[in-house]
């Protein structure tokens, strides 16, 4: 079962260097055994491992500026001369389209890593490992594989993969293998149906500012001013079933707004 997972894997991601792990927090465990002197993560549209593994491990990291959770290639331009490890996810929060050939480009001139999180892309355009050095994804709840179980992570190189294989917590439980191989089969219906009621809502709020709107995401983030526009947006999602959380919140964007949870669906 592992195998046919992986061979699949190998297909969306691109990478042919593959191990299934117990949670998609492991493998970012994993890929931060790379960092010998700095590590690079977004000030917004993170998630939350990125600073808290980070500050547990003795690893120095600082934030590269975004606008509304798109990483900006010149603070980038600026920090990774420091760094060697870039750490980010393809959508920002699950709503930011990132330019990943030219974060790619920028990180491989200064000899920098770049570890991609694509829990909110795989299976999309946003998942594209021509990209990235390290990618890396979880399969638990409310994830596009959302086989409530396991992750995995991925490498470019061979060598890249050696240096850290020895840090792999690796899943082998047949039954939640068998669940992942089925999630991983149903991506594309689970994609199609989020992006349908995304859109739906998008346009249902036509009328207020939804951020990044035109972007691939699973999340939808409306912007407020006052309370009552709050209480608007937070009426619209109790009337529709819709779960929703307040920002500014690190993973989703640093802006007074309400994130509606689509990907919850």
């Known amino acids: 079962m592992k195998e046919e997972i992986i061979n699949k894997l190998k297909e969306l991601t691109k990478h042919d260097h593959i191990e299934i792990v117990l949670k998609g927090d492991k493998a970012i465990w994993s890929a931060l055994h790379l960092v010998k002197k700095k590590l690079l993560i977004p000030e917004e549209g993170g998630w939350l491992s990125y600073e808290k593994f980070p500050a547990k491990m003795g690893i120095d990291f600082e934030k590269v500026a975004c606008n509304n959770a798109i990483i900006d290639l010149e603070d980038l331009k600026e920090k990774v001369k420091e760094a060697d490890v870039f750490l980010y996810q393809n959508p920002g929060g699950y709503h930011a389209e990132q330019q990943m050939e030219e974060i790619y480009k920028i990180c491989k001139e200064n000899d920098c890593l770049v570890v991609l999180d694509i ?39 061979e060598s890249v993969f050696n240096q850290i294989k020895d840090t792999f917590e ?37 009328d207020y500012n939804v951020i990044n709107k035109n972007h691939l995401g699973f999340v939808v983030i409306v912007e407020f001013n006052n309370d009552d526009v709050k209480e608007k947006i937070i009426k619209y999602c109790e009337n529709n079933s819709l779960e929703f959380t307040e920002c500014p919140r690190y993973i989703r964007i640093n802006k007074t707004a309400i994130s509606i949870e689509i990907k919850r669906l």
């Open 170 to 206: 690796v899943l082998e439980d047949e039954e939640k293998l068998k669940t992942i191989n089925e999630k991983i089969d149903d991506l594309p219906n689970r994609i199609k149906f989020l992006t349908e009621r995304r859109t739906q809502v998008i346009g249902d709020l036509k």
């Open 119 to 157: 829990s909110g892309a795989i299976g999309t355009k946003l998942c594209n490992g021509d990209y990235a050095d390290v990618m890396l994804s979880s399969f638990g709840r409310w994830k596009l594989i959302e086989a409530k179980v396991g992750g995995f992570i991925s490498c470019k190189e």
